[in-house]
């Protein structure tokens, strides 16, 4: 019913900058809360940004003044523009997204909560 589907990650020199998008497509009727979250390599997931549904974000103490969470409604579709990288910031990026969608069959207004396939940033010189 819902899928999320992100882009833009890859090798980046450390300094440098990459925007991931993760765009939400389906009977989606409103979006909740969402967030990025990384993984390396036997590390657990942790989370990197996240946006309240009434918009105020929050960052992890890592990430703080380099990256920036932001959304665009009409568009459902969500950013996480990432600068100065640094070789600790190598992770699969993750999207997650909480929102409202129609599901097909009974057309009820469901809550769901999705995960995008995740997408590798690697930034090394």
């Known amino acids: 019913q819902v899928q999320l589907v992100e882009s833009g990650g890859g090798l980046a020199q450390p300094g440098g900058s990459l925007k991931l998008s993760c765009a939400a497509s389906?009977?989606?009727?409103?979006?909740?809360?969402m967030g990025w979250y990384r993984q390396s390599p036997g590390k657990q997931r942790e989370l990197v940004a996240a946006?309240?549904?009434?918009?105020?974000?929050n960052y992890a103490d890592s990430v703080k003044g380099r990256f920036t969470l932001s959304r665009d409604n009409a568009k459902n579709t969500m950013y996480l523009q990432m600068s100065s990288l640094k070789p600790e910031d190598t992770a699969v990026y993750y999207c997650?997204?909480?929102?409202?969608?129609?599901?097909?069959?009974?057309?009820?207004?469901?809550?769901?909560?999705?995960w995008g396939q995740g997408t590798q940033v690697t930034v090394s010189s």
């Open positions: 946006m309240a549904t009434g918009g105020s974000t």
């Open positions: 997650n997204i909480d929102l409202y969608y129609r599901e097909p069959v009974w057309r009820q207004r469901t809550r769901g909560n999705y």
């Open positions: 389906g009977s989606i009727l409103s979006i909740n809360a």
